[in-house]
């Protein structure tokens, strides 16, 4: 692998890499060149991937949603491989509940995790990077965070998990513009993939990897993997404050929030009888239906359609 690849001899950190995509995505890092920090809240899911890796893999057990612990997977990099290269974002939990039920230990868990998590690490990577101030025109760093199309079209039961995947999603936007003329660059993928998280929307969940499979696998969660290497490397310095769908073979990107109608009221303060009357032309210009909608039936790639199509 050539050094334009940017990733030999860098070093890179994957949260939740135990299992699922995070195993995927670690691997894939290694297998391209570079080290890797595999953090997971199991010790023995991070060892198991360490050891498969080998000797370019290196062990952190803890939760990163600790600022403490981010701290100490940073210092770990550091002193193990003398360097941080890229960070991924990860780790992640479901409790899913709608939200007349869901209690306010369900709600802060996977805000938590998701959205405190993925702070806390990227606040301490970035810290490094700016006192290594590459500059525009020189990558020093890349952060990959993971949200989803729960956060970005809302997900029936995922009041929680979408919050926190959309605050993800601004996360990754607002880290791009700040950290921009320090040389970092900051991406979210949006995956799909057969996982624990998502057990029963894909099928069972295999065993090895997609490169011993004779059929692909569309769900498989190492499908994400090389993408997320891609966002890591040098070469994708020049793409930042994005957001990409993310599954099989498909590579999608995602438009933000955009505004599609406007109304207004001639300079006046508007009143209740003109809202009455004009809010309607808002709906009317746009197509947009003015009721709930399941927005997730918009997936070009349906959650429960298996057989891709």
Request: aromatic fraction near 6%; charged fraction near 20%; glycine fraction near 10%.
């Amino acid at each position: 692998m050539s050094s334009a690849d940017g990733l030999t001899g860098r070093v890179a950190v994957v949260t939740g890499a135990g299992r699922g995509i995070g195993r995927g995505e670690a691997i894939e890092l290694a297998s391209r060149g570079a080290s890797v920090i595999v953090n997971d809240v199991d010790p023995d899911a991070a060892a198991a991937v360490a050891a498969e890796i080998g000797s370019a893999a290196a062990v952190h057990v803890g939760d990163c949603a600790d600022p403490d612990v981010a701290a100490g997977v940073v210092e770990w990099a550091l002193h193990t491989y003398g360097r941080l290269d890229a960070i991924v974002n990860n780790a992640g939990v479901v409790r899913d509940r709608t939200i007349a039920k869901m209690t306010p230990d369900e709600w802060d868990t996977v805000i938590a995790v998701h959205l405190r998590g993925h702070y806390s690490l990227t606040h301490v990577a970035c810290a490094y990077w700016k006192e290594l101030d590459g500059g525009p025109d020189k990558p020093v760093g890349h952060i990959v965070c993971t949200t989803s199309t729960s956060g970005l079209l809302g997900n029936f039961g995922q009041a929680n998990y979408g919050a926190a995947k959309a605050g993800i999603a601004a996360l990754s936007t607002i880290v791009a513009q700040e950290m921009a003329k320090h040389g970092v660059n900051c991406n979210a993928i949006a995956p799909a993939a057969r996982t624990r998280m998502t057990q029963g929307a894909y099928g069972d969940i295999p065993t090895g990897s997609t490169s011993s499979e004779q059929v692909f696998d569309f769900w498989h969660p190492d499908n994400v993997a090389p993408m997320v290497a891609y966002l890591c490397s040098d070469a994708a310095a020049h793409i930042s404050g994005k957001v990409f769908g993310v599954q099989g073979d498909v590579v999608e990107l995602y438009q933000p929030w955009t505004s599609v109608a406007v109304i207004t009221n001639d300079n006046n303060r508007w009143d209740d009888a003109a809202l009455r009357a004009r809010v309607g032309d808002l709906f009317a210009a746009s197509g947009i239906e003015p009721g709930a909608q399941n927005m997730m039936a918009r997936l070009r790639y349906s959650m429960t359609d298996r057989n891709r199509r």
